[in-house]
């Protein structure tokens, strides 16, 4: 009897970080909308080491859709991107720079995200060819 108890016990605790693993994945593969969440790249430019750096950044899927339409340019799309509503720059320093190169690296941390049209200015946006 103790010996089924520990079998029992032992696959209860290997199965529970499977089945967490599996719901994260599902409600981010079924994700729709925009959220603030961590983010890690490294730094770099000419000149300069590389410096890993983790921040906050826009992540997720926006609701987008097109249907045909009997006018030029024949079709009605509404496309949205995940993107920045509010952000702070912040600046640090990266090493092993060259004299002549300033070492400050800037970059914006995500504080609100939201769907919206892709602007240029702000997002890499990918337009149709």
């Known amino acids: 009897m103790p010996g089924l108890v520990l079998c029992w016990f032992l696959l209860c605790v290997s199965l529970q970080p499977h089945s967490l693993h599996r719901a994260s994945a599902v409600n981010l593969r079924h994700f729709i909308g925009c959220a603030v969440r961590e983010f890690t790249f490294q730094a770099k430019k000419p000149g300069c080491g590389g410096l890993h750096i983790t921040t906050?950044?826009?992540?997720?899927?926006?609701?987008?859709?097109?249907?045909?339409v009997l006018d030029p340019p024949f079709i009605e799309s509404h496309q949205r991107v995940c993107t920045y509503n509010e952000t702070r720059l912040v600046s640090v320093k990266l090493p092993n720079c060259q004299p002549t190169v300033d070492p400050?690296?800037?970059?914006?941390?995500?504080?609100?995200c939201d769907c919206?049209?892709?602007?240029?200015?702000?997002?890499?946006c990918i337009t149709s060819v």
């Open 56 to 68: 906050d950044a826009c992540w997720g899927r926006c609701e987008t859709w097109e249907k045909p």
């Open 116 to 124: 919206g049209v892709c602007l240029t200015s702000t997002t890499e």
């Open 104 to 112: 400050t690296y800037t970059y914006p941390v995500a504080l609100r």
